[in-house]
């Protein structure tokens, strides 16, 4: 039996199952809520309109399903692993320079597809061996500590203030507590459940600015950021320099989630529609983020675990929440209140988010039995860790890298060079 005609009889919807108009909403609306707490998180800490990542996490997802023929049941939101370079690039050229970091994070994966298309994919291990891409994963989590620390201690002047620190420990102790011991479906929502609570305690500390909500209105347009519209495109070659090689970074985490899919779909998406055609998907969605003013945007873990809960596989039901979400970024009230959010429950969320990412890297390393007695593979993994948590910048003209993409550039260069064995370890 062809794959295209396999249907699995243990699920509850398959993945060309159309479900009935109620239960359909009631299942996209659950993939909503689900990927909404860490994809309007992205834009907050980042300084971007929440309406617009909605936007883009809706399309790029519905382009990611055009693209490989909806045959996987994936949901694209915004992408945590670009936070620092698009926090910098933020700082000093705005949102332009971040676009067209997106859009080239999505060329590479175009240019990737298309090299595995007509030779395989053996090499992507051989750049991104585990030793490189463990280490590059935990420095995305830890050089966002020092924000997470700085925005739960100080207020918008830079006066310390302990009623923040208060807020930001709430939100964090009330968001283990919502991950320990809620389960089921609900039990997938501890970030969203933990800034509601956040906020409800800032509220009650009187730290919250709700002027601007009711000043909202219920339709807004996203705040669109789209070339020779909003603005006249020039070159940014320390955007490219420094949001290109990250997209290693990232395709590794699509290669991962790909094979979670395949155990749980039991299918083989490697082979049909083929990982030339899922990685082009993402590189599309990426592309299409950078042109309308969103974060770059990826395949989410969140709603892959909804999907073994559930056992609803349905492209419809992941479709249903896509539109779901183009349709909340026209919202005007629905930004307003993200925008609101005040630093310290962002912050008490980022406690966990950010280490989770860390620990993400360090689950990479022990699950490859990566052996740290082992010169070569300390040496990488100390220049990776130091090079990027330290922020180390190399910057000559226009010309800029980042310490994330040092840090990425350097292990696949040190992993090419270095050899197997020390002298020393040699028999």
Do not use: C
């Amino acid at each position: 039996m062809k794959m295209s005609e396999f249907r699995n009889d243990q699920v509850v919807l398959d993945i060309k199952d159309k479900p009935k108009a109620l239960q359909w909403f009631g299942l996209s609306l659950q993939h909503l809520f689900t990927m909404f707490g860490a994809t309007v998180l992205v834009p907050i800490l980042v300084g971007i309109d929440p309406g617009i990542a909605l936007l883009s996490s809706g399309l790029g997802t519905i382009v990611y399903m055009l693209t490989t023929g909806a045959k996987i049941p994936a949901y694209l939101g915004s992408s945590f692993a670009f936070i620092p370079a698009m926090q910098m690039l933020m700082k000093s050229d705005g949102y332009p320079a971040v676009a067209q970091g997106a859009i080239t994070t999505g060329l590479v994966y175009v240019i990737v597809a298309y090299i595995i298309k007509k030779i395989g994919s053996e090499w992507i291990n051989q750049v991104l061996p585990p030793i490189v891409v463990g280490p590059v994963v935990m420095v995305i989590g830890l050089g966002l500590a020092g924000n997470a620390a700085t925005n739960a201690m100080y207020d918008g002047a830079g006066n310390y203030d302990p009623k923040l620190i208060l807020v930001a420990l709430v939100t964090l102790a009330l968001t283990i507590i919502f991950n320990m011991f809620l389960k089921g479906f609900i039990g997938l929502l501890p970030i969203l459940l933990g800034i509601i609570s956040g906020y409800v305690f800032a509220l009650l500390m009187g730290i919250v600015d709700t002027a601007p909500i009711a000043e909202a209105s219920w339709f807004a347009m996203p705040n669109f950021e789209i070339p020779f519209v909003q603005y006249q495109p020039k070159l940014h070659i320390g955007a490219i320099m420094t949001m290109a090689p990250i997209a290693f970074v990232t395709m590794t985490e699509h290669i991962g989630h790909l094979t979670v899919l395949n155990k749980l779909t039991r299918r083989n998406f490697f082979e049909d529609p083929g990982l030339s055609r899922t990685l082009l998907g993402d590189g599309l969605a990426q592309i299409t983020a950078g042109f309308i003013g969103g974060p770059p945007v990826t395949s989410y873990g969140e709603n892959i675990g909804v999907l073994a809960i559930t056992k609803v596989h349905s492209v419809f039901v992941l479709g249903g929440a896509a539109v779901l979400a183009i349709i909340l970024g026209f919202v005007g009230k629905v930004s307003a209140v993200i925008l609101s959010i005040p630093g310290p429950v962002i912050s008490g969320i980022s406690f966990i988010l950010f280490g989770v990412i860390a620990a993400s890297g360090l689950k990479i390393l022990i699950d490859n039995k990566i052996d740290f007695d082992k010169k070569r593979n300390l040496i990488i993994a100390s220049v990776i860790l130091v090079v990027g948590i330290g922020g180390l910048m190399f910057k000559v003209g226009p010309f800029e890298l980042s310490g994330m993409a040092l840090a990425t550039l350097f292990g696949i260069f040190l992993n090419q060079v270095l050899p197997k064995e020390a002298r020393s370890e040699q028999a």
